[in-house]
Nanobody, 123 residues
Framework: QVQLVESGGGLVQAGGSLSLSCQAS????????MGWFRQAPGKEREFVAT????????YYADSVKGRFTISRDNAKNTVYLQMNSLKPEDTAVYYC????????????????WGRGTQVTVSS
C-alpha cells in the first residue's frame, strides 16, 4: 500500500514557475514508477510526466515537453514536478500516481493516487 500527498500548488502568473512535490509513504517507494497527471474542469484526467524507479527514464506529454521536469529522490520518498514557463492552459488539479512496473503514460496503469493540488495560472 502506498499513500501519496501532493503539495506546492498555487496561483502564479503566466510565464512563472511552480514546483510540486509528492510525498509517498511506505518502504517500497523506490520500486514504483511515478507519474504526474492533471485534470482541468470539465476535462478528462491527462498524462503530464512519468519517471521510472531510479529516475533515469522519463517521458512527457507534448504539451509540457521542454517546460516541465519530473524527478525523484528515493531517499526522501518524494517525486517532484518542476513547472516553468507556465501558461493559463496549465491550470488544473495536479495528481501524482504510483505503479508497480515501468513508467506509463495512461492513467489506467496506476494503482495509487494522491488527492491532488490545484495549480492556477493567470493570464
Amino acid at each position: 500500500q502506498v499513500q501519496l500527498v501532493e503539495s506546492g500548488g498555487g496561483l502564479v502568473q503566466a510565464g512563472g514557475s511552480l514546483s510540486l512535490s509528492c510525498q509517498a509513504s511506505g518502504r517500497t517507494f523506490s520500486s514504483y514508477a511515478m507519474g504526474w497527471f492533471r485534470q482541468a474542469p470539465g476535462k478528462e484526467r491527462e498524462f503530464v510526466a512519468t519517471i521510472n524507479w531510479n529516475g533515469d527514464s522519463t517521458y512527457y506529454a507534448d504539451s509540457v515537453k521542454g517546460r516541465f521536469t519530473i524527478s525523484r529522490d528515493n531517499a526522501k520518498n518524494t517525486v517532484y514536478l518542476q513547472m516553468n514557463s507556465l501558461k493559463p492552459e496549465d491550470t488544473a488539479v495536479y495528481y501524482c500516481a504510483a505503479r508497480a512496473g515501468g513508467p506509463y503514460v495512461s492513467r489506467y496503469g496506476y494503482n495509487y493516487w494522491g488527492r491532488g493540488t490545484q495549480v492556477t495560472v493567470s493570464s
